[in-house]
């Protein structure tokens, strides 16, 4: 079965204090790896996609990187605004999931100044 | 450009009544999900429409929720004879034509059921 977990559940950090999030998952056939960004009250807003083990991507003080086994978001000297849920989900090549994309259940961040 | 609307943004309701959300999505975007999220989980997907084909509802949890999608665009979920445990955040996004590309999501209806 498809699963996604996602750690630690809440994050506190202070402004400029850098970490990691994780996102292990079980996939039949990884199609692509999402992490989204998700506002009180507002809907996921997407941040990268990765494919493949070693794939990295970056915005702004935001790095995903990806293995086989699970993904890490890299917040490097964080602001207040990057306070949200970080939600990663996969999507595998398993014909019934193709067209679907499994979530954890999400990290809280929460950067004071 | 508009990004993908939903309505009514809060919908609150008694047991056992029927309701209907509806989403908009971005204009050119053959693709439309419907997934839900419960307080403290993850999104979990309902239903996917891509173009003509037939959906794949695989996710819909009872024979209380259906979908449709008219003229490839908008598309309404219903649930009949709401339980409590319907209660959470419905959440549509659409894409490009085929599963292969980024979703882009609404901000969601959320149901309270009484």
């Known amino acids: 079965e498809d699963q996604v977990t996602q750690s630690p559940e809440a994050l506190r950090l202070q402004e400029g204090e850098s970490s990691s999030l994780n996102c292990s998952y079980t996939?039949?056939?990884?199609?692509?790896l999402f992490w989204y960004r998700q506002d009180p009250g507002k809907g996921p807003e997407f941040l990268f996609t990765?494919?493949?083990a070693g794939e990295e991507k970056e915005k702004e003080r935001l790095k995903a990187t990806l293995t086989k086994k699970e993904s890490f978001l890299h917040i490097t000297a964080p602001k207040p605004e990057d306070s949200a849920t970080y939600l990663c989900?996969?999507?595998?090549?398993?014909?019934?999931?193709?067209?679907?994309?499994?979530f954890g259940a999400g990290t809280r961040l929460a950067v004071h100044p | 450009g508009a990004g993908v609307s939903q309505s009514p943004s809060n919908k609150v309701t008694e047991k056992g009544k029927d309701v209907e959300l509806r989403c908009d999505p971005i204009?050119?975007?053959?693709?439309l999900y419907w997934y839900r999220q419960s307080l403290g989980q993850g999104l979990e997907f309902l239903i996917y429409?891509?173009?003509?084909?037939?959906?794949?509802k695989s996710g819909l949890p009872s024979d209380r929720f259906s979908a449709e999608r008219t003229g490839g665009s908008v598309s309404t979920l219903t649930i009949q004879r709401t339980q409590q445990e319907d209660s959470a955040v419905y959440l549509c996004?659409?894409?490009?034509?085929?599963?292969?590309?980024?979703?882009?999501f609404g901000p969601g209806t959320r149901l309270t059921v009484l």
């Open positions: 429409f891509q173009g003509n084909s037939a959906p794949d």
């Open positions: 204009s050119g975007h053959t693709a």
């Open positions: 989900a996969v999507r595998s090549s398993f014909s019934g999931g193709y067209n679907k994309l499994i």
């Open positions: 990765l494919y493949s």
């Open positions: 996939v039949s056939g990884l199609r692509g």
């Open positions: 996004a659409s894409s490009l034509a085929g599963a292969g590309n980024e979703q882009f």
